[in-house]
Every structure is written in C-alpha cells, then in structure tokens.
C-alpha cells in the first residue's frame, strides 16, 4: 500500500487509536453490555434482564441515591475550593517577590506525594487521642484533653474533612495551570491599564479574568470529572464511613463488583455515571462555546 500524505497522519494517529480502544472503548462497551444482564461474578453474562438493573437502581435502591447525593456534594465543594484558591495562589505567585522560583517549586509538593502517604498522614494527624491537629487544639485551649474531637467519625464533619483534605492535595495543580495561563497576558495590555488609570480590581476584571477565563473553564471540568470518578482517597481514608457519610458512586460500585459479587449492578452504576458526566461536560463545553463568541 502506498503512503501518501494524506493517509500518512492516520496512520500516525492508528497506534494511539488502537491503544484508546483497548484501554477504554472496549471495556465501556463490555460493562455496558454486561449492565443489561444478570451476572453475579463477571465470569458469564447469566440471563437478559434488560433495563431491570437501571430500574433497581434508580427506584429501589436507597443507597444508590446516597451515594449519588454525596459524589455530588463532594465535587462541587472540591471544585469551589480548588478553583478560588488555584485563582488566588496563582496571582500570588505571579507577582513579584524574594524566593517566588522556590514558592512555586514547593507550592506543587501536595500534589506529587503518593495518594497513600497522604492518607497515613492526614489519619495519623487527625487521629482523635494521638493526632497533633486535637494536640494543637489542645494546648492553644480551645478543645477538651477529655473530649477530644473525631473528625473523620462524626457524620456532619467528615465529608468537609475529606473535602478539605482533597483540595488541599489539587489546588496546587490548578494553581500551576491557572499560572501558565497569567503568563501568557501580555504585559503590555497592565501598561496601557496603568496609563488609563485602571484599579488593581478592574484590571483583574478586565484584563486578566477574559484572558484566563478558558482555562478556569478547562481546570473547573477537568476537577469535577476527576473528583467525581474519585475513589482511593475516600477509600484509604474512611472507607465511606461514617454511616456511609462518605460514600461516593465509585466507592459504590467496588463494593457491589467486588465486595457483593454483584457485577452487573456494578456495572449499570458506571453506566450512569458515564452519561452523567458526558450530558454534564456537553452543557458545559456549549455554555463554554457560547461565552467565547
């Protein structure tokens, strides 16, 4: 067969493409299928119930919605926090000041530490008897030595823990792209700001935030599908608990797979939440379009 320039970026783009069919189209299509059967290991398809599973799901199940009402009070409090910080330490760490190149260097050490060395050391820290969070709280006198707080097994307190403890691992990366993106400003469009007498807040207003606003958009999706499809955190730290305070769909969808050998309820879980995410992210991107016109 002969290569011509036409075909030649195809075939280019044809390993890529066989390696994101095998990674991710084809295990979607498979679980897809296999949410459409009764199949209790994985092993077999069993019988074709078809929409039984959705049903059950969506009409019969408690806990699903549980679990659905916490991954969303999950993202959107992680995505406020991340965006406004990621926002307010990238313009920090564009000004000006001694040892900004070593702020900017440490300011991404969060984000590169192992999920599971994180998770031993936010338990250890906030460990109710041991933990230095309750010794600090302790000594400045504004906690009880003889009752001492539990962060992480108190039901109207753990999911902002967890929250907390999760931006703090991912603000650092929004605060690199939002940087990135301050870079690119052009400073001689501060200098004609200056001239005309522009405040520090309208040449935020009307200057910065129009050049960055894209990429606030590309960090505000990218953190609610990561944090959505979240699971090793909540999973090293609480497991869900308490009370399934903490329980999110992925963490959900281990459980019925893997713990409950319930694999096409499992499956119908990822189902939902894949067009969830792909209705949320087409709104998203035309509201996003619309803006840019």
Same mark, same amino acid.
């Given at each position: 067969?002969?290569?011509?320039?036409?075909?030649?970026?195809?075939?280019?783009?044809?390993?890529? $493409? !066989? +390696?994101?069919? &095998? /990674?991710?189209?084809?295990?979607?299509?498979?679980? *897809?299928? #296999?949410?459409?059967?009764?199949?209790?290991?994985?092993?077999?398809?069993?019988?074709?119930?078809?929409?039984?599973?959705?049903?059950?799901?969506?009409?019969?199940?408690?806990?699903?919605?549980?679990?659905?009402?916490?991954?969303?009070?999950?993202?959107?409090?992680?995505?406020?926090?991340?965006?406004?910080?990621?926002?307010?330490?990238?313009?920090?760490?564009?000004?000006?000041?001694?040892?900004?190149?070593?702020?900017?260097?440490?300011?991404?050490?969060?984000?590169?530490?192992?999920?599971?060395?994180?998770? $031993? !050391? +936010?338990?250890? &820290? /906030?460990?109710?008897?041991?933990?230095?969070?309750? *010794?600090? #709280?302790?000594?400045?006198?504004?906690?009880?030595?003889?009752?001492?707080?539990?962060?992480?097994?108190?039901?109207?307190?753990?999911?902002?823990?967890?929250?907390?403890?999760?931006?703090?691992?991912?603000?650092?990366?929004?605060?690199?792209?939002?940087?990135?993106?301050?870079?690119?400003?052009?400073?001689?469009?501060?200098?004609?700001?200056?001239?005309?007498?522009?405040?520090?807040?309208?040449?935020?207003?009307?200057?910065?935030?129009?050049?960055?606003?894209?990429?606030?958009?590309?960090?505000?999706?990218?953190?609610?599908?990561?944090?959505?499809?979240?699971?090793?955190?909540?999973?090293?730290?609480?497991?869900?608990?308490?009370?399934?305070?903490?329980?999110?769909?992925?963490?959900?969808?281990?459980?019925?797979?893997?713990?409950?050998?319930?694999?096409?309820?499992?499956?119908?879980?990822?189902?939902?939440?894949?067009?969830?995410?792909?209705?949320?992210?087409?709104?998203?991107?035309?509201?996003?379009?619309?803006?840019?016109?």
């Amino acid at each position: 067969m002969k290569i011509t320039s036409k075909s030649l970026p195809y075939l280019l783009l044809l390993p890529t $493409l !066989i +390696w994101v069919f &095998m /990674l991710v189209v084809y295990p979607f299509l498979s679980a *897809a299928q #296999l949410s459409f059967y009764s199949s209790k290991y994985g092993v077999t398809l069993g019988e074709f119930v078809g929409f039984k599973n959705f049903y059950k799901l969506l009409f019969e199940d408690d806990l699903f919605w549980i679990a659905f009402k916490n991954s969303i009070i999950w993202t959107v409090g992680n995505l406020a926090i991340q965006t406004v910080f990621g926002l307010g330490g990238a313009l920090l760490l564009n000004q000006k000041f001694r040892a900004r190149n070593a702020s900017r260097t440490l300011v991404i050490i969060p984000w590169v530490i192992p999920t599971v060395v994180i998770s $031993l !050391i +936010w338990r250890w &820290m /906030l460990e109710p008897s041991m933990g230095i969070v309750n *010794a600090i #709280l302790t000594w400045v006198g504004i906690m009880n030595p003889n009752e001492p707080f539990l962060y992480l097994g108190s039901l109207s307190y753990a999911m902002p823990v967890m929250t907390i403890i999760n931006s703090w691992r991912f603000t650092p990366f929004a605060i690199v792209l939002i940087l990135a993106g301050l870079q690119t400003i052009p400073i001689e469009l501060y200098e004609s700001s200056d001239i005309d007498g522009a405040s520090g807040l309208q040449k935020f207003r009307f200057v910065t935030f129009p050049l960055i606003a894209p990429i606030l958009g590309f960090v505000g999706l990218f953190a609610f599908v990561w944090t959505f499809n979240m699971f090793d955190l909540i999973w090293l730290i609480t497991q869900g608990g308490p009370a399934d305070t903490t329980e999110t769909l992925p963490l959900l969808i281990y459980r019925r797979g893997f713990t409950q050998f319930k694999m096409s309820e499992a499956a119908a879980i990822s189902v939902i939440m894949f067009l969830f995410l792909a209705v949320f992210s087409i709104i998203y991107f035309r509201r996003m379009v619309r803006r840019s016109e």
